[in-house]
């Protein structure tokens, strides 16, 4: 339907880390699936996707920030698709449009700005009926993409690995890729150790483990000390890491997920976090809207 290529390619990388010679490292480039609907955001989207094409909404809406990964790709979707849609935006871009905002704006998505208080709001079963009935929204998927919905996505990616991973290491924001990755039925992967993008462990811990909801599934980490001081923060450390390993792997990097991820991968394998030999996997979930 979108062109999509999969799978995605596995690539060997040689960065010049302390104790980086230990272990094969790799990099699983889901980047590179779309141009526009690349990484986690298609595999989020694809059961839903699917399911408009077949029974088309009368309109979808969904959540996100003015650099939202998730909004972009969704927007681009309805658009090819022809299916309106209303986009629920934290914070006021009126006059000061991101490129992500504008892209969709192209793309004829209505953008609805919201405050602070009534964006915490957005999980809110009285208050999604609410916006609902006032803008007749048939279906609304939530931030980030993030519902039990996206799991065959995950398990579609789970299914591409066909060599044996001891590390899986991957951005945590939402939580639908690593609660996805966590209930997939696989051989391959060991361990998955997810790098939280935002502060608050408890916050970031209660969604991934919401979304699981009493399903079996593998153990996990969540590492909740490379977040630079929370959501979209970047420290000049971070933003030099980006900028450094970007020209050095080749490896377009933002500094919002796949930088974060990235960096505190170096951090783990710096520090011997893994036995010697082991084969670890950074999970380049695409969307480079924080780069723009």
Known sequence: MFSIQVPSPLQRFYP??????????????????HPVISG??????????????????SRVASFGGGYSNHI????????????PLTVFIRGDYTGNETPMLKDIVTWQAEIVYLNKVDYQRRTET??????SAQYDIDVVIPEGGSQQQCFAGMQSLADEFNRPIDALILPVASGGTLAGLSVAKHSTIDQLHGIA????????DKLVADLIDKRKHSDYTIWHDFHHGGYA?????????????SAQLNL???PVYSGKALHAMQQLVSRGQFATGATLVFLHTGGLQGAR
């Open 233 to 245: 923060k970047v420290t000049d450390e971070l933003a030099h890491f980006c900028q450094r390993h």
């Open 16 to 33: 010049d880390w302390p104790n980086a010679e230990r272990y094969q490292l790799y990099v699983k480039r889901d980047d590179l699936i």
């Open 197 to 204: 993008m935002l502060k608050g462990a408890d916050y970031v």
């Open 126 to 131: 009285e208050f999604i009926n609410q916006l």
């Open 252 to 254: 377009p990097l933002e």
């Open 40 to 57: 986690n955001k298609w595999r989020k989207l694809a059961a839903p996707i699917l399911q408009f094409a077949q029974h088309r909404p």
């Open 72 to 83: 972009h790709a969704l927007a681009y979707c309805c658009w090819q698709l022809q299916i």
